[in-house]
């Protein structure tokens, strides 16, 4: 069972930049990342997706230009780099593994059957 471990959230003013982390148990094997988020009473969103096989990355179309992600294959580690944050960025952001084909990731959380136990961003001046 592979397991994932999120950090690196906390309370950031609107306009910073945060660096969240993921660490996965077991990096080979398992294609794709995926980032998602969820926001008290909304529901839960993708945000980026990472391809270990390719370094392929998506992001959703709306958060382009100020998400990206890559990785350190060396700790078995994740990144989520998040720029010029906005209040409507607050919320629990999560990482999930699933395995994908060749360079591919989603944004489709029921694609993910492991995940971590989130990181909570605040974006508050």
């Known amino acids: 069972q592979v397991q994932l471990v999120e950090s690196g959230g906390g309370l950031v003013q609107p306009g910073g930049s945060l660096r969240l982390s993921c660490v996965i148990s077991e990096f080979s094997g398992y294609y794709s990342i995926g980032w998602f988020r969820q926001a008290p009473g909304k529901e839960r969103e993708g945000v980026n997706c990472f391809s270990s096989t390719d370094g392929n990355t998506h992001t959703a179309e709306s958060l382009k230009g100020r998400f990206t992600s890559s990785a350190d294959y060396a700790v078995n580690t994740v990144y989520l780099q998040i720029n010029d944050l906005k209040p409507e960025d607050t919320a629990v952001y999560s990482c999930?593994?699933?395995?994908?084909?060749?360079?591919?990731?989603?944004?489709?959380?029921?694609?993910?059957?492991?995940w971590g136990q989130g990181t909570q961003v605040t974006v508050s001046s």
């Open positions: 999930a593994a699933g395995r994908f084909p060749y360079g591919f990731c989603s944004l489709e959380p029921l694609q993910y059957p492991h």
